[in-house]
């Protein structure tokens, strides 16, 4: 076993920053940046660009609509839109490293009554040379060139993200790994055949083991994608209108969320709208002649390898123009029939930098306005500030940045968990409010945690305990909760990440209680689930700087009722003061008595413990975490989700 590198999180510029770095040197970028980021009824909206300095953009315009027409306009005049002209903002900033010289601008639109759906383009010119004249986001290295620029869109809404969704813990299950039903040939073992081939994984398998899951305490399921392709992942389907057939039926999927539901387990189903299969019938019929009616559909030119544009250049991944008409209706046609035909409580968006900003707005709408009650989470592979560019067009997203700090401290054990904790309280005001969040260890994409943690389970119990005690709606990668690592590494194919499910005796059963019980524990306290979170200070006895560095803890609480979360990422033995009077002091909760505080969970044989003076004391094992309970008078309520 090798710890290798942690690739998912390698560092290279996201599609967001490609984007804004190619439209700037062609002279004008947007990038969806608005202000509010999820606009509210009746709200002015300011837009954000930014233009090449070294080009003689001196005006910049934006041709706005709210009747559902595209805008269109040319030099300040409007063809079919209201115009507003933007304010050049500060002085010209060079990024020598980049070698630009950019401009700031910001454009005021007006307040706009609930339901609105406002699109808009934006275009700078010099009033000297007609002929010179730049539409924002003209280019785009990740999609096809719109002649006019992106047309950008946001709605005006006071949409919500469903209320089940933050009480939730999902399990993610990867179809093809997770089980065969009882009448079907057995799931095939890792070394059975290659890491990239079918291992007969089915949606009855899933149906049979609905026990296990309901065991586990999960209440909701999150699928990797059940449509029609010819890969194990499934992430290009042939068809967005049909399970896959080694899969099973659509009758099939129907009993498994119908079973699922008589469980109170939820389902999310993955959806994939960035690209297709190369069997898919569009684009077999657009690469036959190129005057189907599907040509359009994808972006044929001899600059590609292969002559098409693919998905990470993959042959067999060929990229959708999702900004031409006919493929969004495809498109949005498909996500609202798993909802409605099939009774999906919600879609996992994959690689939501794919397609526009505006592509996800509308399919938003589209959701919100036949289905309320479900949910759209989305994969962004980018930092907390170009992920807050999705709110409102998105209810929460998986939260890589916090997946990265979660395996640096626990399973690398390279940021001491102070630091952790710091980046915690620094990251909340980068969250838009309307915006939920959804925390993991790993997933299919990534590294396994084991993997990360050379096989330490210890790391992995203290890094579930962290999880199942902060905010955000748990997901848990199948197997992960009963040891299952992966038997190569991932950095040169990451399949390696999806290796076969462990059953009966292979499955680590201390693991797996340790995983139960969290999950217990959340589900009882409505404090784990909704509740504010404060930092603990902590006093380490005997220790240096760097050993106390490794100790944490925090609060969590809502009303009367708070938890008190205390790690020690260490490899020894410690001992921890914590001055808990102070502590709920200063988060605005005042007990009336602090009897005993009863431990609701340790890793540890751990007893109740009393405080004295306004202090507790505790030792901690190598690794180990505590739990404790108690109840208090609240004095002032200071909003939930807040760090200090």
């Known amino acids: 076993m090798t710890e290798g590198i942690d690739f998912f999180f390698s560092a290279y510029p996201s599609a967001q920053s490609r984007r804004l770095q190619a439209a700037i040197e062609d002279g004008l970028a947007h ?98 040379d007609p002929r010179l004249h730049w539409y924002a986001d003209q280019v785009d290295p990740l999609s096809k060139p719109q002649a006019e620029g992106h047309c950008f869109a946001y709605h005006v809404d006071r949409w919500d993200v469903p209320q089940w969704w933050p009480h939730a813990v999902v399990y993610h299950i990867f179809i093809d790994r997770f089980s065969a039903g009882k009448d079907e040939p057995p799931l095939q073992d890792h070394d059975a055949r290659a890491i990239t081939d079918f291992f007969g994984g089915t949606l009855h398998g899933i149906i049979d083991k609905l026990d296990y899951v309901q065991a586990l305490g999960v209440n909701c399921l999150y699928l990797s994608p059940v449509m029609e392709s010819p890969t194990h992942h499934g992430y290009n389907a042939s068809d967005f209108f049909s399970v896959a057939r080694r899969y099973g039926t659509n009758e099939t999927l129907r009993q498994l969320i119908a079973d699922a539901h008589a469980r109170g387990i939820r389902v999310l189903l993955d959806f994939a709208p960035n690209h297709t299969s190369d069997e898919h019938a569009a684009f077999l019929a657009a690469r036959r002649d190129p005057t189907a009616p599907t040509a359009q559909w994808y972006d044929f030119s001899a600059q590609y ?11 067999d991944m060929p990229e959708l123009n999702t900004d031409n008409a006919a493929v969004r209706r495809h498109l949005y046609d498909a996500a609202l029939y798993w909802l409605e035909h099939f009774g999906a409580d919600g879609l996992r968006l994959d690689y939501v930098p794919g397609p526009s900003h505006a592509f996800w707005t509308f399919l938003q709408r589209e959701v919100k306005e036949r289905f309320p009650l479900a949910l759209t989470l989305g994969e962004i592979p980018s930092s907390l500030a170009e992920i807050a560019d999705y709110a409102g067009r998105i209810d929460a997203f998986m939260d890589f940045p916090l997946a990265h700090l979660l395996r640096s401290t626990f399973a690398r054990r390279t940021t001491p968990l102070a630091a952790l904790l710091r980046s915690l309280a620094e990251r909340r005001g980068e969250i838009p409010a309307t915006m939920s969040t959804a925390t993991l260890l790993d997933n299919h994409d990534m590294h396994r945690f084991l993997w990360l943690a050379q096989g330490d389970v210890a790391r992995l119990k203290l890094a579930a305990a962290c999880q199942m005690t902060l905010e955000g709606t748990p997901i848990i990668y199948y197997g992960t909760e009963v040891g299952l690592s992966q038997y190569a ?27 139960r019980n969290l999950i217990a524990l959340r589900n009882v306290y409505p404090a784990l689930r909704v509740g504010a979170r404060t930092t603990v200070d902590t006093e380490v006895e005997g220790q240096d700087a760097a050993q106390a560095e490794q100790v944490g803890a925090y ?4 009303n009367s009722e708070y938890l008190l979360v205390v790690l020690n990422n260490n490899t020894d033995q410690v001992r921890v003061r914590i001055a808990l009077v102070e502590a709920l002091t200063c988060a605005g909760i005042v007990s009336c008595a602090l009897p005993e505080l009863h431990c609701v969970f340790a890793t540890h044989e751990q007893r109740d413990l009393a405080v004295n003076e306004g202090s507790m004391m505790l030792e901690l094992p190598p690794l180990g975490a505590a739990i404790f309970a108690g109840k208090a008078s609240v004095t002032e309520q200071k909003g939930l989700l807040r760090d200090s």
């Open 31 to 128: 990038g969806s940046r608005i202000a509010p980021h999820d606009p509210l009824p009746g709200s002015p909206v300011t837009l954000f660009f930014s233009s090449n300095a070294l080009k003689p953009i001196e005006r910049v315009a934006v041709y706005y609509t709210v009747d559902g027409t595209e805008p269109a306009g040319e030099r300040g005049r409007s063809k079919r839109a209201s115009v507003v002209l933007a304010e050049p903002v500060g002085s010209v900033v060079h990024d020598r490293e980049k070698g630009l010289a950019i401009q700031q601008w910001q454009a005021v639109l007006p307040p706009q009554p609930e339901g609105t759906l406002v699109q808009y383009r934006a275009e700078g010119w010099s009033p000297d």
């Open 305 to 315: 390898p292969r002559g098409y544009r693919s998905y990470a250049q993959v042959p």
């Open 489 to 515: 590494d991932s950095y040169q194919e990451n399949a390696y990440s999806r290796a076969p499910m462990l059953w009966g005796e292979r499955q680590n059963l201390s693991l797996l209680a340790h995983y």
């Open 555 to 558: 609060l969590r609480y809502m």
